[in-house]
């Protein structure tokens, strides 16, 4: 079953329009609509909200703060949503934070009624001076958070880098920005919720939604309303992608619907608009990064200094994590024996950053990819050739101290994926390719660039010993088996991978496997549906309960019994429920410590090549991508073709946001363009076609050898675009001691500056 | 009340002729296979082909309709929605791996059959041109073009 294309469980719902998702669930009976009133002003001071008496009130149910303090209506209760700091209002009460901040909640059978309702709300509020950008924020212009703005820091210190510097006989530094990314998922933000009476007489909340991590909307839910465990009931329905943007978001919309529900006693259905989910929701948080390499005069690294700095926006949310992850990633793929790295979030007035595919691993692998590439330069190397002689094999030792002992593929990716695109041989045909144009007085040059890149797989550090993430396999009569985890199908093939893993561990045909939707009352909390976790860490546990499960069947069967007749004798003779519940037992690795950041900070990586051709106008500067070739280490594909579809993806999100996407801020904190037609996402015509390896460099741990691949196909597109653009523009006489392209994205006009400036 | 052609049945629905399209296939006929991601005519996952034309059903008016055959997702497979009855098309998304998330996928089926009618043997630039309307932020498109290059081989071998 491992390895094979089995057809994906949710295709057909999905080819033939009944899969259903959030909105497409019948209006429940009394339903009202749910929108946001939120802050006009990136920062200030709330005095009063005053509803237009000239409007009619009476069927609209209003919420605020107040009404989340209100013993009376949620005893118990905070206006908190509850996270790694418990900083985030749901409402916001007094002190606004940022632009969009939420602060009325309304809700109206009449759902163009409740739109026009928030216009009739008046908000009156003092504004203060925003804070928006990293320089700022560490320069303290104003002090929006703590006592200087900052949000986290990391340090992570190997060898002795100063010394080592000095002994170099090639010192290089460079600094490096990349900005805010949308996830742009096509189906919005959506949740429905809903109270009821439980059979014990008490108060009960259910909530349906588009969502990653069902745990995380439930612990905030009991956090905000006081509910006990089994009295607060999220379930996941078909979600039309989230990136990450589904990851920590979703709980504000729950505790939004919910608190209209509660006060309304009637089920509130909340969707938002393009417009308000681009303007309001997390996005890839900001960076720069300033990096230094030291290196011999034959190309060999030495020591690496990364000093990089993350905008995570007006609330912590999930920024440390994402400054831990950037922070373990910022010294690449390659050896060197000192390395330092300085690390540290700051707070602005933007909505909080927050979880995005990567997850803080693509803007530092933007600055050392980068930066390689001006090393090799310097040196008047080939990009690719400098890679390979510096790229991470198995023993070597990362920034952390982590002894790189197991499914090490960097190589085998970078020897794929060149020899697919025939790296020097296409590069020599380009650069004579070029060299006609010119003399023909074409104005369009062709360019190949490369990138190298790992990611950890699953969370941080001991952070899988912490979770203990678990999973249920039951019993079902006539031999079949039932999954029961919390990880959630958001389009990457979840229940198809986890059907062929629990088939493949237990023996159990495919088609006898099943998987419980995700529903907090129903599954086991397997953990969240981020980190490359789910396949390597969540369905190890899964192979793990399916064989004990079918191992239980197999001792019950006597001679010449089916496995159905002997597991439904086994159920018989226990009557009730046969399930195996598994908690994951994370291998045994040199433990992290958290103080020190030393240790092994993943159980291991995953691995890649990206091989990209671009043209670049030499007029407009705009850059088109012709073809790309990568080769990616994924231990071993459960699912080819799901695999494949993965790493397709993430890459085409990586050109986005290099050459496409961009957030327009103004002045005032607010979001230019906050809508589809002028944030511009890649269509099928900006795609190039893509040729995608994958290798299998088997990790020992995960179910069949399987790692993690969810993120890294978005952490090395960027920089390998840059490389190729940098390549097509050879002719112009660029610094040899510097990057030309160091910051995203990659606009035609940005592009043109730059030339304009470092050619001038 | 507006007598519509919707999957080839006649259909009497009460609603306003200035509706949105999109919302009268939604709420009244019950037809959810349709998307909404944008209401702006951006994202194309609301495509549905209108005598045969792909268009937007957040930016078409239902009275606009009148008169003419509205083909929607669900109007796809040849008979119901079991594996067998599924047109080429759904099948070969399915082999593909056309379909991660699933949200764009009703817009990308119908904008591919409109494809398919008009040009049997599509080059792969022809189909990227032809859901070039139709966003997917799950894909990268690649796995989509091959689906649709292969519904159209699989067609070609029916004629
Ligand atoms: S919803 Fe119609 S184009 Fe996006
Ligand atoms: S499959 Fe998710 S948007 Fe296309």
Not at chain 1, 114 to 121: G, T
Request: aromatic fraction near 6%; include cysteine; glycine fraction near 10%.
């Amino acid at each position: 079953m491992i390895g094979q294309n089995v057809p994906r469980t949710d295709g057909l719902a999905k080819v033939v329009g009944t899969a259903r998702y959030i909105d497409d669930v019948p209006p429940l009976e009394g339903e009202l609509w749910g929108v946001t009133v939120r802050s006009p002003v990136a920062r200030g001071v709330l005095t009063k909200i005053e509803l237009d008496p000239s409007f009619d009130w009476s069927d609209v149910t209003v919420a605020t703060a107040d009404d989340l303090e209100d013993p009376k209506l949620n005893p118990g209760g905070v206006n908190l949503v509850a996270l790694i700091e418990e900083d985030q209002p749901v409402l916001a009460k007094r002190e606004l934070r940022h632009m969009y901040e939420p602060i009325v909640l309304l809700a109206c059978a009449d759902r163009d009624k409740a739109e026009r309702a928030r216009a009739a709300v008046k908000l009156h509020i003092d504004p203060l001076p925003p804070v928006l950008s990293i320089d700022d924020a560490l320069a303290k212009k104003h002090v929006v958070w703590g006592k200087d703005n900052v949000l986290k820091r990391y340090r992570i210190r190997r060898g002795d880098v100063d010394a080592a510097l000095k002994d170099c006989d090639l010192v290089l530094t460079g600094t490096y920005r990349t900005h805010h990314q949308e996830q742009m998922y096509i189906e919005p933000q959506g949740v429905i919720a809903r109270w009821f009476q439980g059979a014990d007489g008490a108060e009960q909340l259910k909530v349906l939604g588009s969502l990653q991590c069902p745990y995380y909307v439930h612990k905030a839910l009991k956090k905000a309303f006081a509910l006990k465990d089994d009295h607060a009931h999220v379930e996941q329905t078909v979600t039309g992608g989230g990136f990450g943007g589904k990851e920590e978001y979703p709980s504000l919309v729950a505790l939004h619907a919910s608190l209209l529900s509660k006060k309304s006693g009637k089920p509130v259905r909340m969707i938002y608009g393009r417009k308000e989910d681009i303007e309001a929701t997390t996005k890839r948080h900001p960076s720069q990064c300033t990096v230094t390499i030291g290196c011999k005069k034959d190309g060999t690294f030495v020591a690496v200094k990364v000093d990089c700095a993350m905008d995570g926006g007006a609330y912590v949310t999930l920024t440390p994590v994402v400054l831990s992850r950037g922070a373990l990633h910022a010294c690449g793929a390659y050896k060197f024996q000192h390395n330092a790295v300085d690390a540290v979030a700051v707070a602005t007035s933007t909505p909080p950053n927050g979880a995005f595919r990567g997850f803080g691993a693509p803007q530092t692998i933007w600055a050392i990819e980068r930066h390689v590439d001006a090393v090799a330069r310097a040196l008047g190397r080939d990009p690719e050739d400098l890679r390979r002689q510096n790229l991470f094999e198995e023993g070597d030792v990362t920034a952390t101290g982590q002894v790189l002992s197991v499914s090490v593929g960097g190589r085998p990716c970078l020897e794929a994926a060149t020899r697919a695109a025939d790296w020097k041989a296409r590069r020599a045909n380009i650069e004579r390719f070029n060299e006609r144009l010119a003399r023909e007085g074409k104005r369009v040059r062709r360019g190949l660039g490369i990138s190298t890149f790992m990611h950890g797989g699953g969370f941080t550090g001991s952070g899988e010993r912490r979770l203990k993430g678990k999973v249920a396999v039951d019993l079902e009569p006539g031999g079949r088996l039932r999954v029961r985890s919390a990880s959630t199908d958001i389009g990457q093939g979840t229940e198809t991978v986890f059907r062929q893993i629990a088939a493949s561990a237990s023996g159990v045909r495919i088609e006898d496997i099943a998987v419980e939707v995700p529903c907090t009352t129903n599954v086991p909390d397997s953990g969240p549906t981020v980190a490359s976790r789910t396949v390597m860490v969540v369905g190890s546990i899964v192979a793990k309960a399916a064989a004990e499960i079918a191992e239980r069947v197999r001792e019950e069967s006597k001679p010449g019994e089916s496995f159905a007749e002997a597991g439904d004798r086994l159920l018989r003779r226990v009557g009730g429920t046969v399930s195996s519940l598994q908690q994951y037992e994370p291998p045994v690795t040199v433990a992290f410590d958290e103080e020190t950041y030393t240790g092994d900070a993943y159980p291991c990586f995953s691995w890649m090549c990206d091989v990209a051709e671009v043209e670049v106008d030499l007029d407009t500067f705009e850059t088109r991508v012709v073809k790309w070739w990568s080769a990616t280490d994924v231990g071993r594909a459960i699912h080819p073709v799901l695999c494949a579809g993965q790493v397709e993806g993430g890459t085409l999100q990586a050109i986005g946001w290099a050459l496409h996407e961009d957030l327009v801020w103004r002045p005032d904190g607010s979001i230019a363009n906050a809508r589809m037609t002028n944030y511009i996402v890649p269509t099928a015509v900006d795609a190039p076609p893509f040729e995608t390896i994958l290798v299998e460099v088997p990790f020992p741990h995960g179910p069949g050898g399987a790692k993690g691949v969810g993120e890294l196909p978005m952490d090395g597109g960027a920089p390998a675009i840059a490389s190729a653009i940098e390549h097509a523009l050879a002719e112009l006489k660029l610094p040899t001691d510097r990057a030309l392209l160091p910051d995203l994205p990659l606009l035609p006009e940005r592009v043109f500056e730059r030339v304009m400036k470092e050619t001038a | 009340m507006l007598e519509l052609d919707v999957n080839g049945k006649k259909v009497n629905v009460d609603a306003s002729p200035l509706a949105r399209l999109l919302d009268v296939l939604r709420g009244p006929l019950g037809l959810t296979g349709t998307k909404e991601g944008c209401g702006e005519g951006e994202c194309g996952s609301c495509t549905v082909l209108v005598d045969g034309v792909p268009m937007n059903a957040c930016l078409v008016l239902v009275g606009q309709v009148e008169g003419k055959s509205v083909l929607t997702v669900e109007g796809l497979a040849v008979d119901g929605a079991l594996p067998e009855h599924l047109n080429h098309l759904q099948r070969t998304f399915i082999d593909h791996g056309g379909a991660q998330c699933g949200i764009c996928t009703p817009g990308m089926l119908v904008s591919a059959e409109a494809l398919l009618r008009n040009v049997p043997k599509p080059s792969d630039d022809q189909i990227r041109e032809a859901i070039a309307g139709n966003i997917c932020r799950c894909t990268g498109y690649q796995r989509i073009v091959d689906a649709i290059r292969h519904a159209a081989e699989l067609r070609g071998r029916d004629q």
